[in-house]
């Protein structure tokens, strides 16, 4: 079940939406997806999973995906949570540049508006590998010098995301920012490029980077071990 991280598209805007209402209290109306992607089509990303055999029957696929009404003869998505027959939406981060006219003085900076994964998709990284994707889409094409967010008070593992892996610094505590009265931590990033390049955790964040040995295309492969003598070689 391959997963992949893209660019969200407006043809996303409803298994957004999906996730969004199933995983989080903080929801928002269509036309508000749809200005973040139109406004600024380069800063959210989704995570999608293919779960159709690339061998089973286009048709079977298509009426997974779809259903007829028989009365208007219009086809109609039967499941919110698929983008197009196969690809099934799992998570995204929904992300703009700060739009404040009583702020436009200040540097370019973006916001992180919403961040979902499905449940059961959880703890493999991708809240993760879609944050680092849209800091990094921030810096490299709006040139944000650093990037805002919320989090609830009593959401440890979003804390624990934003702090200790993506390194967002706590500025405040904003009280009752939440509808329900909860209070949220206002958090802050710098946005350095070289840091947020893709290439640095393409294997995981936090790994060592060891020198690449260079061949000089003049030293024999063997020497060291016929220097040790024969009789240390063992087959």
Not at 40 to 60: C, G, K, N, R
Not at 137 to 161: D, G
Request: aromatic letters at 8%; charged letters at 25%; a negative charge.
């Amino acid at each position: 079940m391959p997963i992949t991280i893209r660019r969200a598209t407006i043809d996303d805007i409803i298994c957004m939406q999906n996730a969004n209402l199933h995983n989080l209290p903080e929801n928002y109306m269509m036309k508000y997806y749809m200005y973040h992607i139109l406004s600024w089509p380069e800063l959210s990303f989704v995570a999608t999973t293919t779960d159709i055999d690339v061998e089973q029957d286009t048709q079977d696929a298509n009426e997974d995906y779809m259903i007829m009404n028989d009365n208007l003869g219009n086809s109609i998505k039967l499941d919110p949570t698929y983008v197009r027959p196969g690809e099934k939406l799992i998570g995204y981060v929904l992300a703009k540049m700060n739009d404040d006219p009583d702020q436009s003085n200040e540097p370019a900076n973006g916001h992180i508006t919403s961040l979902s994964v499905m449940r059961t998709f959880r703890r493999m990284g991708l809240a993760e590998k879609l944050m680092r994707q849209a800091l990094f889409a921030m810096r490299e094409v709006n040139q944000a010098t650093y990037v805002s967010l919320h989090v609830r008070q009593s959401n440890r593992a979003a804390l624990h995301l934003y702090r200790d892996t993506l390194k967002f610094e706590v500025l405040s505590i904003e009280k009752s920012y939440y509808q329900d009265g909860e209070d949220a931590y206002a958090m802050e990033k710098v946005l350095d490029l070289d840091e947020l390049k893709i290439s640095n955790f393409t294997h995981g964040p936090n790994v060592e980077k060891k020198p690449i040995e260079e061949d000089d295309l003049k030293s024999d492969l063997l020497e060291d071990i016929i220097k040790e003598g024969l009789d240390n070689i063992t087959v």
